[in-house]
């Protein structure tokens, strides 16, 4: 049988933690070849034994077309974007008059590089039987392990025990008892009564109703037992120590936008589509080249090299992808009320920017 107060003894005697789960400590953890002074950090990939393909220059690209948009769909988009503000009033949309229509066009040139990265440190978790295998043979390197990638270009993260360093070990959080003291009452299994405050006695010299008279209430975080089954090793006693190795995939993605002289700011353009020009995938892409604006290959150029050198120093590069997106960008001047205004119309969206609304709060008399 489970005694409260021999067990807060030995608790005390043995210097466990009243505040419960704590890191285990080093000593727990073997020395395993290959793995020493692991630090969390992400691991260099070695080197190749073969060396990867040369990257091919990019099929040169037929007619760029260039798309407008007619008085038309510049109207109803304006139409749709004042009635997504409820303040604003629809004459100016309904009633002006468009007196010019002039494109703006620009490019988005984007580069992404998958990249495979790992880290390894000491895990644990509690023993269920699971396969203990440490030092039966030598533990493989971090980037011998074969793990299966996800679809390119999605981020996502797997830890995998490292084969051959599981250990069964006594959970170092109750030292192998399964239970801890409980903290709500320092493992007395009671505390002070709430309602009389530990007097026993209410109002004048009636006897608290609540601990009768005792002063004290059985603490129902642990139902009087003291003790807790212990988080660390959820009462199993042991714990299975092993090497986790942490595989994260990420695809890091730049935009370089062509700058353009419309007035609208380009940070509009991030959340629109524009038409694909140009998408090149391989296992290292080459700048693209040949393209009409110059400003394109500069950007293509060295955000390659950026990517390239950055991303191969702690992680695997496992695919890079390059496209050109052609972004619509259409500004409207139209005749309101005796004065001249302007919008926007923008990315294959029809997205309007109108920051020069003249009728933005429908309560004003205009
Ligand atoms: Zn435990
Ligand atoms: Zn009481
Ligand atoms: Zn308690």
């Known amino acids: 049988m489970y005694n409260n107060q021999e067990s807060h003894a030995m608790f005390a005697q043995q210097g466990v933690n009243l505040q419960g789960a704590n890191a285990p400590p080093a000593s727990m953890f073997g020395d395993v070849p290959g793995y020493e002074g692991m630090g969390g950090g992400y691991l260099p990939p070695p080197i190749p034994a073969y060396p990867p393909p040369a990257p091919q220059p990019a099929p040169t690209q037929p007619e760029w077309n260039i798309p407008s948009i007619t008085e038309d769909t510049a109207r109803e988009a304006f139409l749709l974007y004042v009635s997504s503000h409820c303040c604003y009033r629809k004459a100016p949309a309904v009633d002006g008059v468009i007196t010019n229509m002039d494109a703006f066009n620009t490019y988005r040139y984007r580069l992404e590089t998958f990249t495979e990265s790992r880290s390894t440190e000491w895990d644990h978790e509690e023993y269920n039987g699971q396969p203990v295998d440490a030092y039966t043979q030598p533990a493989p390197?971090?980037?011998?392990?074969?793990?299966?990638?996800?679809?390119?270009?999605?981020?996502?993260?797997?830890?995998?025990?490292?084969?051959?360093?599981?250990s069964v070990k006594d959970c170092h959080t109750c030292v192998g008892m399964?239970?801890?003291?409980?903290?709500?009452?320092?493992g007395a299994g009671n505390k002070v009564c709430?309602?009389?405050?530990?007097?026993?006695?209410?109002?004048?010299?009636?006897?608290?109703?609540?601990?009768?008279?005792?002063?004290?209430?059985n603490c129902s975080h642990c139902h009087g037992h003291g003790s807790r089954e212990?988080?660390?090793?959820?009462?199993?006693?042991?714990?299975?120590?092993?090497?986790?190795?942490?595989?994260?995939?990420?695809?890091?993605?730049?935009?370089?936008?062509?700058?353009?002289?419309?007035?609208?700011?380009?940070?509009?353009?991030?959340?629109?589509?524009?038409?694909?020009?140009?998408?090149?995938?391989?296992?290292?892409?080459?700048?693209?080249?040949g393209f009409p604006d110059p400003a394109v290959g500069q950007a293509a150029e060295r955000l390659v090299r950026d990517h390239q050198t950055k991303y191969s120093e702690s992680a695997r590069i496992l695919q890079q992808r390059?496209?050109?997106?052609?972004?619509?960008?259409?500004?409207?001047?139209?005749?309101?009320?005796?004065?001249?205004?302007?919008?926007?119309v923008y990315g294959n969206e029809f997205q309007v920017n109108a920051d020069d609304y003249p009728a933005t709060c429908c309560c004003t008399v205009m």
Not at 322 to 338: A, D, H, N
Request: net charge neutral.
């Open 230 to 289: 212990c988080e660390s090793c959820n009462g199993k006693r042991q714990l299975l120590v092993y090497i986790k190795l942490k595989v994260t995939w990420a695809n890091n993605i730049e935009d370089f936008i062509v700058e353009q002289s419309s007035g609208l700011k380009v940070e509009n353009l991030s959340k629109v589509s524009g038409k694909e020009l140009f998408r090149d995938a391989q296992y290292m892409v080459y700048p693209v080249m």
């Open 178 to 186: 399964g239970r801890s003291p409980c903290t709500e009452c320092s």
């Open 141 to 166: 390197g971090p980037w011998d392990i074969k793990v299966q990638a996800p679809a390119l270009f999605q981020d996502h993260t797997e830890d995998i025990k490292v084969p051959y360093t599981s």
């Open 322 to 344: 390059q496209t050109i997106e052609l972004i619509p960008i259409t500004k409207v001047t139209y005749k309101w009320s005796g004065s001249m205004h302007t919008y926007f």
């Open 194 to 217: 709430w309602v009389c405050n530990g007097s026993g006695i209410r109002g004048a010299d009636d006897q608290c109703g609540h601990c009768n008279g005792r002063g004290r209430e």
